[in-house]
């Protein structure tokens, strides 16, 4: 129990409240900075980080201090015998006190170790690099996703209340054509027919609510919002762009790009050289390990002339079996090699194909945001003539009602074809490479200013990629 309410308290901690409006760049903003996926990448980053740290310290030398005591309730002594003559001295004798204490500072330096070391930091470096390419690709599908849901958020806001609305007309008209039915003002067939075109209109209402409900819920999880505060977010409805996304002519200039930027292969270049550098490793494990040694002693027996002296010295050791093992550790390598060669093929492919795909997706989106804002602007035209001739008697309430489900369904078609055209753009940026995260993820800024950041930068894509 504990351990949750430790959780709980832990999600939304040092989160900046939401205190205003919150518009598509500060959504994205609250994103990268507190949503939790981002965040696990983040933790990677500075794992990665950490680890290099650690590494450089393995390649210094080691510096030891060490200290004794050894007592004993007697002398150690004996008697002693000359190798020349044979003669032996009775009288026993002693080189040693009771109670003796010892202790040295000693530096020793192994040079393999060294070189060994120094390829594994060289690796941990790439280990670093690799952990930030997987973190900006993380954070810009959050961002893919923050500008999906922010856009369902706001057509939410806008059309739920005229749901509500045309839900309690659908009702007031039901209740009516019951009445006209139970009192048989009419063939029994008619207000049938009219009920089911209501009730076919009231399930359509209830599934576009159904499917709005959720929206400030899911924008709220991205952004990391408490359960509940999500009806507390007001939205400020994002600029349409259709007009100002133009696409690039040369499409062979956004595959050169794609394949020299995109996360995935810069992650297995970096990974083909750790396990170049392990080429490296493999070799110098099988030469002889140099160990250099001083340092610097004291003991206090007094029988000893020299209390206090430096000690030096240097070892040297070869395990022949690492000779042994080196072809079949070169095997290896090189079949991991191969491996990280034929997945940079593979991706290479997919890149290429992925670039094209995007690019017919914008061009999609474009026509497809024109033709439903024009449809959107036809639709108001018809739904407020229709709703002039009920007034003054020339149409049906059933006419209304329908036109009126029709205008509704027009504009949130609307904003979900300008919201998968913005996406759409992101996705291309993402497939070539070039995306509108700020160049230092890591760095500490204010929600203000990384959303100022990020508007920025989503203004200057669209010069990116001409």
């Known amino acids: 129990r504990s351990r949750v309410q430790e959780d709980q308290a832990v999600l939304t ?15 994205m903003a609250r994103a990268l900075k507190y949503n939790l996926d981002a965040r696990v990448e983040l933790m990677h980053k500075m794992l990665a980080q ?45 080189s040693a006190e009771k109670n003796i204490f010892s202790a040295d500072l000693s530096l020793s330096w192994n040079v393999l170790d060294f070189g060994l070391s120094y390829i594994r930091a060289k690796q941990a470096a790439d280990d670093v690099l690799i952990a930030e390419e997987e973190r ?13 849901a922010y856009w369902r958020a706001v057509s939410a806001e806008r059309i739920i209340p005229s749901l509500k609305m045309l839900d309690e007309w659908v009702k007031n008209a039901l209740e009516k054509s019951q009445a006209v039915q139970d009192e048989k003002l009419s063939a029994p067939l008619v207000p049938l027919q009219y009920r089911l075109d209501l009730l076919n209109t009231q399930r359509y209402v209830q599934q576009l609510f159904r499917e709005l409900s959720t929206a400030k819920l899911q924008l709220a999880a991205l952004i990391n919002l408490p359960p ?14 259709a007009g100002t996304l133009n696409l690039p002519v040369d499409l062979t200039v956004l595959e050169d790009r794609a394949l020299v930027a995109r996360p995935e292969l810069r992650q297995i270049d970096y990974r083909r050289r750790i396990n170049a550098r392990e080429t490296k490793a493999a070799i110098l494990e099988m030469l002889p390990s140099l160990n250099l040694q001083a340092g ?17 010295a240097a070892r040297t050791s070869w395990n022949l079996l690492n000779i042994f093992r080196y072809p079949a550790r070169a095997k290896t390598i090189e079949a991991q090699d191969q491996v990280l060669h034929t997945q940079t093929l593979a991706l290479t492919m997919a890149v290429m194909s992925q670039v094209h795909v995007s690019v017919a997706q914008v061009a999609h989106a474009k026509k497809e945001t024109s033709t439903a804002k024009l449809y959107h602007e036809t639709q108001s035209q018809i739904f407020e003539q229709t709703r002039l001739g009920w007034r003054v008697g020339r149409q049906s309430e059933q006419t209304v009602l329908r036109e009126r489900v029709n205008q509704v369904a027009a504009q949130l078609r609307y904003d979900a074809i300008e919201s998968e055209l913005q996406v759409s753009w992101a996705s291309l940026l ?36 001409r």
Not at 438 to 456: F, G, I, K, M, V
């Open 13 to 27: 901690k040092d989160q900046e409240p939401v205190s205003g409006p919150i518009d598509l760049y500060e959504a």
């Open 50 to 94: 950490t680890q290099l740290d650690l590494s450089h310290y393995a390649m210094l030398p080691r510096l030891a201090a060490n200290a004794g005591f050894d007592g004993r309730n007697n002398f150690s002594g004996g008697v002693g015998q000359s190798l020349v003559t044979g003669a032996q001295n009775l009288t026993p004798f002693t």
């Open 136 to 148: 900006r690709r993380v954070a810009n599908r959050v961002m893919q996703d923050v500008r999906t």
């Open 228 to 241: 509940g505060e999500e009806h507390k977010m007001m939205l400020l409805v994002p600029e349409r762009e």
């Open 296 to 312: 610097g002693n004291y003991n206090s027996n007094a029988f000893l002339f020299n209390q206090n002296w430096a000690a030096y």
């Open 430 to 465: 993402a497939a070539v490479g070039e995306d509108v995260l700020p160049n230092d993820l890591a760095r500490e800024q204010s929600l203000s200013d990384l959303a100022l950041e990020l508007r920025t930068r989503w203004a200057k894509s669209k010069e990116w990629l």
